[in-house]
């Protein structure tokens, strides 16, 4: 647990304000994470368009994005376009951490793939609870190897 100090704001996307609840802990940690250079976040979600609305409200700096407005206009389910720029970022040479309470609890076959070689780590948080600290444990001991 992140401890009961969470912050509750509204992040604005497809003209509905959307109430968040977020643990000041883990932004800090994610933060760290990637002042270190461990990892680069990016957004690969339906929030892409609306990217500014979290990391205002988180106080992150701009992050990249994954999927463009033109890709999420043009399909129901964003699932396959996140795994398809999870391959990219494994072709690339990459490592790979995703964690995704969608798109992640894939076939096992999917994900066996996703994952050969250790090259990456996929976690599934719990769609209301979001990551824990276990989870960002899991990240940054995979980041660091």
Same mark, same amino acid.
């Given at each position: 647990?992140?401890?009961?100090?969470?912050?509750?704001?509204?992040?604005?996307?497809?003209?509905?304000?959307?109430?968040?609840?977020?643990?000041?802990?883990?932004?800090?940690?994610?933060?760290?994470?990637?002042?270190?250079?461990?990892?680069?976040?990016?957004? *690969?979600?339906?929030?892409?368009?609306?990217?500014?609305?979290?990391?205002?409200?988180?106080?992150?700096?701009?992050?990249? *994005?994954?999927?463009?407005?033109?890709?999420?206009?043009?399909?129901?389910?964003?699932?396959?376009?996140?795994?398809?720029?999870?391959?990219?970022?494994?072709?690339?040479?990459?490592?790979?951490?995703?964690?995704?309470?969608?798109?992640?609890?894939?076939?096992?076959?999917?994900?066996?793939?996703?994952?050969?070689?250790?090259?990456?780590?996929?976690?599934?948080?719990?769609?209301?609870?979001?990551?824990?600290?276990?989870?960002?444990?899991?990240?940054?001991?995979?980041?660091?190897?």
């Amino acid at each position: 647990m992140w401890g009961s100090d969470l912050f509750r704001g509204t992040a604005r996307a497809g003209n509905i304000d959307w109430p968040i609840r977020w643990a000041p802990a883990l932004i800090e940690r994610i933060v760290r994470l990637r002042a270190l250079g461990l990892v680069e976040v990016r957004w *690969c979600s339906t929030w892409c368009t609306d990217a500014d609305e979290i990391e205002n409200l988180f106080s992150l700096p701009p992050l990249r *994005c994954a999927l463009s407005a033109d890709q999420l206009s043009t399909v129901e389910s964003t699932d396959d376009l996140k795994r398809a720029a999870a391959r990219q970022v494994l072709a690339s040479g990459r490592r790979l951490v995703w964690t995704d309470d969608t798109a992640v609890p894939m076939p096992t076959l999917a994900r066996a793939r996703l994952s050969a070689g250790g090259r990456a780590l996929l976690i599934r948080p719990h769609p209301r609870r979001g990551l824990r600290p276990r989870d960002l444990a899991l990240i940054e001991a995979f980041a660091r190897t």
